[in-house]
T-cell receptor, first 111, second 117 residues
Framework: SQELEQSPQSLIVQEGKNLTINCTSSKTLYGLYWYKQKYGEGLIFLMMLQKGGEEKSHEKITAKLDEKKQQSSLHITASQPSHAGIYLCGADVPRDDKIIFGKGTRLHILP | GAVVSQHPSWVICKSGTSVKIECRSLDFQATTMFWYRQFPKQSLMLMATSNEGSKATYEQGVEKDKFLINHASLTLSTLTVTSAHPEDSSFYIC?????????????FGSGTRLTVV
């Protein structure tokens, strides 16, 4: 079965600094999603990537899918307190009509 | 954009009772709905997938008689936790996928925190 591994598990960053979160799949990715979650709340859609080499940006967040489509990275530039939360990557499971998730990365921003 | 409303946002119930959680797609028709469970500091674990008008497909290890899922319409799915026990206490999140609206594929509800005492 397909598995997603996220790294790091937890991250503490000084406000204003840049950071990167990685998501590695055990199988080829056909659809990779990035979500943000605040503890005890639902998921907020950030971006979806499908094509190898694809890169998307939204405000100060950029996500990339590598050419081999087995790894994605999420990069935050000039982090702010509002960026704090749990970042989850999710992947489409072909032919199973479902999405699986990594264990998440907890991001803390120090003022 | 696509919106999924989940209700209630939190519920406390006595051990042995049943609890129903609703998941509604507000501005699109959800052909498929997903139910997840999340433990503290853990990721989302898919419990079951339901398609409108048909029986839900449960993931391995999930008791279908305990977690009853009904997807009677294109905008509503319900999860009923029957004979709840303290170990069922968790955060439950639904997700809907369908057509119409600004739907990127999977839209999540805001979750329901269930506490069984």
């Amino acid at each position: 079965s397909q598995e997603l591994e996220q790294s790091p598990q937890s991250l503490i960053v000084q406000e204003g600094k840049n950071l990167t979160i990685n998501c590695t799949s055990s199988k080829t990715l056909y659809g990779l999603y990035w979500y943000k979650q605040k503890y005890g709340e639902g998921l907020i859609f950030l971006m979806m990537l499908q094509k190898g080499g694809e890169e998307k940006s939204h405000e100060k967040i950029t996500a990339k899918l590598d050419e081999k489509k087995q790894q994605s990275s999420l990069h935050i530039t000039a982090s702010q307190p509002s960026h704090a939360g749990i970042y989850l990557c999710g992947a489409d499971v072909p032919r199973d009509d479902k999405i699986i998730f990594g264990k998440g990365t907890r991001l803390h921003i120090l003022p | 954009g696509a919106v999924v409303s989940q209700h209630p946002s939190w519920v406390i119930c006595k051990s042995g009772t049943s609890v129903k959680i609703e998941c509604r797609s507000l501005d699109f028709q959800a052909t498929t709905m997903f139910w997840y469970r999340q433990f503290p500091k853990q990721s989302l674990m898919l419990m079951a997938t339901s398609n409108e008008g048909s029986k839900a497909t449960y993931e391995q290890g999930v008791e279908k008689d305990k977690f009853l899922i009904n997807h009677a319409s294109l905008t509503l799915s319900t999860l009923t936790v029957t004979s709840a026990h303290p170990e069922d206490s968790s955060f439950y999140i639904c997700s809907a996928r369908g057509f119409g609206g600004d739907n990127y594929g999977y839209t999540f509800g805001s979750g329901t925190r269930l506490t069984v005492v």
